[in-house]
């Protein structure tokens, strides 16, 4: 769908973003840049008011039913309303039955797996998956930004339930904050994502950790080269976060540790033997497919 179409959203009269993180929080900061008539709340017992005070969203609740209180008071009907799900897995799912027992216009989440929401769901035409591939190791509302879905992908997952106008929503929403919208089927999320997104961030965690163990520990941390730095980055993202994220798709995780383990090998062997053709032909595969990702990169 081009993005010149009218898009859904504009219909919308408020956008609930439960979760005022640096996800919700960059959703909320986006939506109000993109569409300045729309009502703009953050759901959140933690950081709502925070939001509020960085300009992030207009009102700041605590629950979805203070938020559905202030929607009756202010005569908005609820089918005028949106509702993203910007929290953790385990989360999102405690609160899926509230969130599709009222009547918003369409639902979506930002969540990392899917796997343990599909049984929460129960029949729910308006809700669609959505998974902004945007972020920072940085947390919380002082992190967020509204250009952070900028040029960004953002993979949609209907179930077998979504109906076409809700997809079609979700997707237009996404245009209107900048990013990129790409269909993806619901049972390749999680495989995808382990591959894409958790095994490298296990990877940066197991490297910044054997670092932090090591003798180089201090020295590293005030020596250390762009190399160390780029790698690592991502190691410095909220430790509970990813404990969820990785416990909730440790299957596809631990499917791919041995291609991880035998990767690791062959350069260990290579370098034991003192094998510097078949140490350069390793390093020169992993280059070159390195340097092909960056090529499709969105500028």
Known sequence: ???????EPRALKALWVV???LIGGSVAAAARHAMPNLQVWAI???AASSA????LAHEGFDTLAQAAARAEALGIDLSSTALVLAVSAPVAEGLMAEALAR??????DCCSTKGRLIGALGQAPHFVFSHPMAGSEKSGPQAARADLFSHARVLISPTAQSSAAAVAAVENFWLMLGAQPTLLPLEDHDPLLAATSHLPHLVAFALAGALARSPMSQAAQ???GAGLRDTTRIAG?????????LIDNRAAVLALLPGWRLALAELAAALEQGDAEGLEATLREASVWRRGFVSRDPS
Do not use: E, F
């Not at 769908?1 to 898009?7: E, F, I, V």
């Not at 993202?237 to 994220?245: E, M, N, V």
């Open 103 to 108: 009547p918003h216009a369409w639902v979506t």
């Open 237 to 245: 993202s909220d430790p509970a976060l990813w404990r969820d994220i």
């Open 222 to 224: 005030s020596l250390y």
């Open 44 to 46: 959140d017992p933690k």
């Open 52 to 55: 509020v005070a960085l300009g």
């Open 19 to 21: 979760g005022a993180g």
């Open 1 to 7: 769908m081009g993005a010149d179409q009218s898009p």
